[in-house]
């Protein structure tokens, strides 16, 4: 009997399929959001005005705010600080199936974005001391949001097929390059905080008016994948990239992430079914919050299983 569980990071995007199908563990991360309060005179003809913040603390899984509340607050405003899932946090999450003799398989978001798999490793070695009995295997997905969902899919699949947990896990990382990413950020501001793009590349696309669709390259970071002058051409790029880099792989079903923007990842969705017949079911969710909070709202994500990732910036 294969007696293991699957889990992930609340930087995860998963259809809902799957997590009907399964109890899937997720552990849990903190973000934290500086939201606009009122504002201040700092002058002495009160013309000049400062905006105030207060901090809101938050944890993925016990926090009540919708996702539309969420990039609301976004879109007026609040300034998002994201940390990472530590150890003891996944550590304590992970623990009670172990004690309940499962072995587990932990997919973590992308050491390329993050110290989240580093801190998978941690509490893996913590676990592992304590129940030197039972299988902990991290995988680092080098992916993120619906690419990251895409491992987790790929290694129920394996489950199902009564695969081992060796094998289920070596099956997803020989084919984790293959998980495709390409979106766009609503305001270019969100992701040039997060520093994975650069202060130069903010500032001329502010200027120019330049939508930059980001990819994953092959460790796992955030590169400028193409750039398009008016929101208008970012569906027929996307369109473009999903169609070289597709390959001979199934992508019957794909995901497609928003950052409230409900009616252009529909319309993105609509255009890919009337143009690719092979493309018969897409998964539609928000962007999570660990992950809007670099994105910002307005967002665009397209996630597919494709030709593997090569290209490694800066090299």
Known sequence: MNKYIISTDACV??????T???NIPIVPMPFSLNEPVGEKDISLLGVIKKTEYKRFDYRSDTTTMTMPEFYDKLANGAVPLTSQA????????LEPYLKEGYDILHIAFSSGMSGTYNSACIAQKELQAKYPDRKIIVIDSLSGGGGEGLAVIDAYKQFELGKSIEEAANYVEEEKLRYRHYFTVGDIKFIAKSGRISSFQELVGTLLGITIILGIDSEGKVYPA???????KVTRKMLELFEDNKGDQDVSSIILNH?????????????????????????YDYVNMLVGCNSGPGSLALFFKGEKRTFVQNK
């Open 259 to 283: 950052g409230n923007d409900i009616e252009e990842i529909q319309q993105l969705g609509e255009t890919i079914l009337e143009e690719f017949p092979d493309v018969n079911n897409i998964d």
């Open 20 to 22: 009907d199908k399964y």
């Open 226 to 232: 193409a750039k398009v002058r008016g929101k208008k």
């Open 13 to 18: 995007n998963l259809p809902k399929w799957l």
């Open 86 to 93: 530590n150890a003891s946090i996944t550590e304590e999450y």
